[in-house]
């Protein structure tokens, strides 16, 4: 009880602090004309973390990238679930972590700190954040699905803070590819955010959505710096390690057998369907697949997910063809796997992503709009299904034979429609900004 009146307590502040900031703003608004990135030493990176797989690959992705083109520049990652890993866990990356979310915006908004903001970091750890944003040359914003009424209020209020403290240590921010939208929120809701969405929607240098739906979602608050871009991931061709791990990692690299069919299950669909109709359609596909004489392999793209596979495994429990990759990989390992099979069941994001960038057809079961217009633009809706709906049994198995008799030529188009997809112009946006 207690611990959950701080943090009304904080959100209220917080919330002050914002309206602080926005009045502020709206009176004297920020300049930047003179503004030159050249003269800071840092980079900073958003909305990344190293437990979600696909997070992750956004992670390496970005910090390969920047990397190269930035080599005098130092990079961080801040992530209050990756800044409380081990040391030893945390000095195998050539970036910096750094914590972040509600105590750091609140230490931030104001000079000094009081009780309110000191309960997790010291003064020394504060003063670390806050000496990089001083120091930061631009941020970059990867969150995968973050400002969206589907992910609730809170989460949508501290995005926005996100782009509130860049402008207050008047820093470019890049807002990557990824989901945004619907902004389908309450009444009451609206009231707070429209404003924030209003003002401040309009400061970065360019945001990127993935999906058309939102750009429709950002028409009414922001136009100019809206640029759709695939996902980074999908752009990347491969990882210079050099540039990601202080040392060489020794990257498992499992041999998969010939004939294997992936299965990535997702909490999420879990979430919002009803889990035992989902496991019985994972049954009904994986028989049918052992009767095509397939290996199907169960792997998780996120920590979250591995009692998904256990349980699937479990409901086969006897049969050496259906195998449970339980271990914890990176998402360059997991890539390696996903690369060797003929086709995968997917229900992460960038498990998909990680599929299409190599050439390997997917049946997807996915919760959001993102999964649908990923499979469109590969020109494979017909391999979607409605995770948020009861999936129908008979009309899964049959696109399930589609793609056992079509993989071949499914990832010849694929491929074909990969190749189109590069990286230089989204980080060169950045280079000559």
Known sequence: MKRKHKRVTRNI???????????????????RDSYSSNDRDSIAIIGGELFNKGAQAMTFTVVDQLSERFPEKDIYLLSRRDYERPPEEKSQYTFDILPWGLEVYLALFSSTLDYLNT?????????????????????????????SSQQGFDLSFEYINNIVLARKFDIPMY???????????SQSQKLLLNPLLRTYLTYPELICPRESEGIKS????????????????LQNQD?????????????????????????????????????????????????????ENQTIYLLRHSVEDLD???????????EDHVVLIGEE???????????????????????????????????????????QELLS???????????????????????????????????????????????DDLFDDIIHS
């Open 13 to 31: 502040s917080l919330i002050a602090s914002v309206e602080t900031e926005l009045l502020s703003e709206l009176t004297f608004p920020t300049c």
């Open 119 to 147: 309960t997790d970091y010291s003064r020394r750890i504060i003063d670390d954040v806050r000496e990089l944003l001083l120091d930061c040359s631009f941020i970059i914003d990867i969150n995968g699905y973050a400002l």
């Open 175 to 185: 807002i990557f590819p990824q989901s945004i939208g619907p902004f389908d929120y």
């Open 218 to 233: 950002l028409t009414p608050y922001t136009r100019n710096n809206v640029q759709h871009e695939f996902d980074i991931v």
């Open 239 to 291: 990882y210079n390690l050099k540039n990601i791990f202080t040392t060489a990692p020794d990257l498992k690299q499992k041999d998969i057998r010939s004939d294997a069919v992936g299965i990535v299950p997702n909490s999420k669909v879990f979430e919002r369907a009803d889990p035992e109709e989902l496991y019985l359609l994972y049954d009904a596909v994986i028989e049918m697949l052992l009767k």
């Open 308 to 318: 998904l596979c256990e349980n699937i495994k479990k409901r086969f429990s006897d």
């Open 329 to 371: 990989l990176n998402a360059i390992e997991l890539e390696y796997i996903i690369d060797q099979f003929d086709f995968m069941i997917g229900s992460r994001y960038h498990s998909l992503i990680h599929a299409y960038k190599n050439a390997t057809p997917v049946l997807a079961i996915g919760w959001a709009t993102k999964y």
């Open 377 to 423: 633009e590969f020109e494979q809706s017909q391999y979607f299904f409605e995770g948020r709906n009861e999936v129908n049994t008979e009309d899964f198995l049959k696109s399930v034979s589609e793609m056992v008799n079509n993989y071949e030529r499914e990832s010849i188009s694929i491929g074909k429609k990969r190749n189109k997809i590069t990286n």
